[in-house]
């Protein structure tokens, strides 16, 4: 009895091993609606080789040439900032870089950026927006990213978008194929009979904590949350954040006409974002 015990007992850590390294759940990192193509895939010359360390990892471009120079890079998962390099620099051919952890072992980098819109330390969601596509490190523009480990070497990963789901069951993009991304913050949704969602809303929710600092979006209806019009501006409900107060919640506004964020909380503009 006590070895079926232990055994049982052993199974279960096993499990939970496993359950608690399991790898990000990750969206393409590029905006939803966006379809980029993958210019080099996993296990590819010239750079995405065992030898290079890079043996899984992928280069996104979208258009020719230099058409993806400067549109948005989206964090692939939830985590935090514990690399980034903004200066220019060739930095070991990477560039411009920001590199996540996600948990678990696991760290995203994503290298070669134009802009970079975080720094080290902070905390990102899945979705937003880190920086601009770019082509430091002496490279053409594209956007290249890769699951690695603490050594920086690159890991096995997949991608959950449901079109990269269609197209591969696995999840892994192939190379010289096209896919469209579904990567969007967490709980905004433009469903709704008032839904209208630009990027600008949705930027001033990427940069300044999105669920982490603003909260997790409701329905003070009670119905489905969903970014709505009120009185010529863009609003939508939020409670758990960390600048929510007496009734545990805010809103976050976007004023079209002064091309202005707001924090309104109790019926109060309390600050511009």
């Not at 996600?102 to 920086?131: C, E, N, P, S």
């Amino acid at each position: 009895m006590k070895r079926l015990i232990s055994a049982l007992v052993l199974s279960v850590l096993v499990f939970l091993a496993k359950v608690a390294v399991a790898n990000p759940q990750l969206r393409l990192p590029y905006a939803a609606g966006e379809t980029w193509h993958v210019d080099q895939g996993n296990n590819s010359t010239p750079t995405h080789t065992v030898a290079k360390g890079m043996a899984y990892a992928w280069d996104f471009n979208w258009g020719f040439g230099s058409d993806d120079l400067g549109l948005p890079v989206l964090a692939p998962a939830t985590g935090t900032v514990v690399a980034c390099s903004k200066d220019g620099s060739n930095n070991g051919g990477w560039g411009n870089m920001v590199i996540i952890d996600y948990g678990g072992g696991f760290y995203g980098r994503l290298a070669h950026m134009g802009k970079v819109f975080v720094k080290t330390g902070d905390m990102v969601v899945q979705g937003q927006t880190i920086g601009t596509c770019g082509g430091t490190g002496g490279w053409t523009p594209h956007i290249h990213y890769q699951t690695e480990n603490i050594n920086g070497q690159s890991v096995a990963s997949s991608f959950v978008d449901e079109n990269v789901l269609l197209q591969e069951t696995n999840g892994v993009p192939k190379e010289w194929k096209s896919y469209a991304s579904s990567n969007t913050i967490v709980g905004i949704t433009t469903a709704g009979p008032d839904a209208l969602l630009t990027w600008k809303f949705s930027e001033a929710y990427d940069n300044h904590g999105g669920s982490f600092v603003i909260g997790a979006p409701f329905s003070d209806a009670g119905g489905s949350p969903y970014v709505h019009l009120w009185w010529g501006v863009q609003l939508q409900n939020f409670t758990g954040g960390h600048f929510s107060d007496g009734d545990g919640q805010s809103a976050l506004v976007w004023n079209p006409a002064k091309q202005r964020a707001y924090l309104l909380k109790q019926g109060f503009f309390h600050f511009f974002l």
